[in-house]
Structures are given as structure tokens and as C-alpha cells.
């Protein structure tokens, strides 16, 4: 008797998936033809983020500006990481696609969320030492009960082949939930609020760091910890969120 092959195995697995849990949208639920994709619907109202975009900060420019281009906020302030990509813009619509899986116990698109990271990051990989998430406060964490940045990096770890760090940082002070502040604000709030892990300085000196986080909103959390990073003997750090906002406000 012949043994079946794995490609036939997994198909029928997957049949069998279906009809055990038929395939929904990721963000609203809707019935999909596959798993870990999004409806007809979601899909054309999600903004992705492709060409032209800024060569620093990844925010999209509304036409062409040239190779390796930077917005003004870039060349105003440039920030103390190297790059950040996002795969989509954080609007009205996908705000509830991020935080469903941010905070009402959504974990379930994390493979598909970061697939969607990895390709936006594609230009990162080759370089990449390590990936390491942007760390929640642990009464923070004890609340929410996981760290949805963390989730993303184990799966993207597992997309690359790259180490990642989960606890490469630590948030060594309870900040205020950033949502309504300014940009000052959220500066001065993450001001010394991270360090890196003692264990961890000699295997991350001279080499490059992805930052993973859920939205680039100012960029304050990601700069406080790219800067962390550096002054730990890091040799660049490039951040990969799930979702940016269209300016950093």
C-alpha cells in the first residue's frame, strides 16, 4: 500500500480544518475562501503601504521624490533608527483589525499580520543580527496577559530563520498609556523608561537589530529603544511595525 504524500496530507488536513473551522476574515469575521486572509470587503478598504515612500521613516509621499528620498520630518529630525517599514497605514478601518488583536484577545492573525510585516521589511532581512519586540511593563503585561509586539516577533522569527530576542529590553518603569498625548509628551513619557537586559550586551555589540512594535504613531517608543539600543553597543536598529500612522503626529 502507498503511503500518501505530505502535500496531499496537508491538503486534506486543511479540508478537514475547513470544515471544522470554516475560514473567516481576520478583521470582521466574514466567511473567506481561506484561512488567515481578509474578505473581499476589508481587503479594499486596508491602505498597504507601496512605493514611493520615504527612504527613512517608510511614510508614504502622495508622488514620486527620487531614489533614497526623505520626508521633511526625517531630515528635520532624524530619528536614531536607521529605517521603518509598516505594511499598512493605521486609519479608521484597520484600527480595528489592530486592536482587536491588541487588546480584546485576537492572537489568532499573528502568522498572517506578520507575513504581511515580513514582505514590508523585505530590504531588512539580509542584514539582520537579531529581531527583538518593544517590551510592555510587567503589570502591564500581567494584565493584558501577552504583548502583542512579542507575538509578532516569534512569528517573524520563525518566517526569517533570524534569533529573536523577546527579552532582549525591558521596560524598567510603568509608563501612561500614550493615546492622548503630543509628541512632546510621549517624548518626556518614554524618557529612560527601557533598558537593555545585562545578559544580553556582548552578543548585540556590532550587530543589527528589527525592532518590532504594533503602530508607529510619533515614534517616541521606537527612538527611546533604537537610542537604548545603541548606547548598548547595537550597530543599527531598524523598526517594523504592523501599522503607521500617514504623518508622525
Not at 528635520?76 to 484600527?95: G, I, V
Not at 500614550?178 to 509628551?185: D, M, P
Amino acid at each position: 500500500m502507498s503511503l500518501a504524500s505530505p502535500s496531499r496530507l496537508r491538503h486534506t488536513a486543511s479540508r478537514a480544518l475547513d470544515l471544522l473551522l470554516p475560514p473567516l476574515c481576520l478583521s470582521c469575521d466574514a466567511p473567506t475562501g481561506a484561512h488567515r486572509t481578509l474578505c473581499a470587503d476589508c481587503w479594499s478598504h486596508i491602505h498597504f503601504i507601496a512605493a514611493p515612500f520615504c527612504s527613512g521613516c517608510g511614510v508614504p509621499f502622495d508622488v514620486p521624490m527620487g531614489e533614497g528620498a526623505l520626508c521633511g520630518g526625517c531630515i528635520a529630525a532624524p530619528s536614531e533608527f536607521s529605517k521603518a517599514r509598516a505594511p499598512m497605514l493605521y486609519d479608521d478601518f484597520s484600527r480595528r483589525l489592530v486592536l482587536g488583536f491588541k487588546h480584546a484577545d485576537r492572537t489568532h492573525p499573528a502568522p498572517a499580520l506578520a507575513s504581511w510585516m515580513q514582505r514590508a521589511g523585505a530590504e531588512f532581512w539580509d542584514e539582520a543580527d537579531y529581531v527583538a519586540p518593544v517590551p510592555l511593563h510587567r503589570w502591564r503585561l500581567f494584565r493584558r496577559r501577552y504583548n502583542q509586539a512579542a507575538l509578532l516577533a516569534k512569528q517573524l522569527g520563525r518566517l526569517t530563520q533570524k534569533l529573536v530576542l523577546i527579552d532582549l529590553m525591558e521596560r524598567r518603569r510603568a509608563t501612561p498609556i500614550q493615546g492622548h498625548l503630543s509628541r512632546k509628551e510621549r517624548l518626556v513619557n518614554v524618557k529612560g523608561a527601557f533598558c537593555v537586559q545585562s545578559r544580553y550586551r556582548k552578543q548585540i555589540e556590532n550587530k543589527t537589530i528589527i525592532l518590532i512594535d504594533d503602530v508607529l504613531t510619533t515614534g517616541a517608543t521606537v527612538n527611546e529603544c533604537s537610542r537604548v539600543l545603541l548606547k548598548a553597543g547595537a550597530k543599527a536598529v531598524n523598526v517594523l511595525t504592523l501599522a503607521r500612522v500617514k504623518g508622525l503626529l
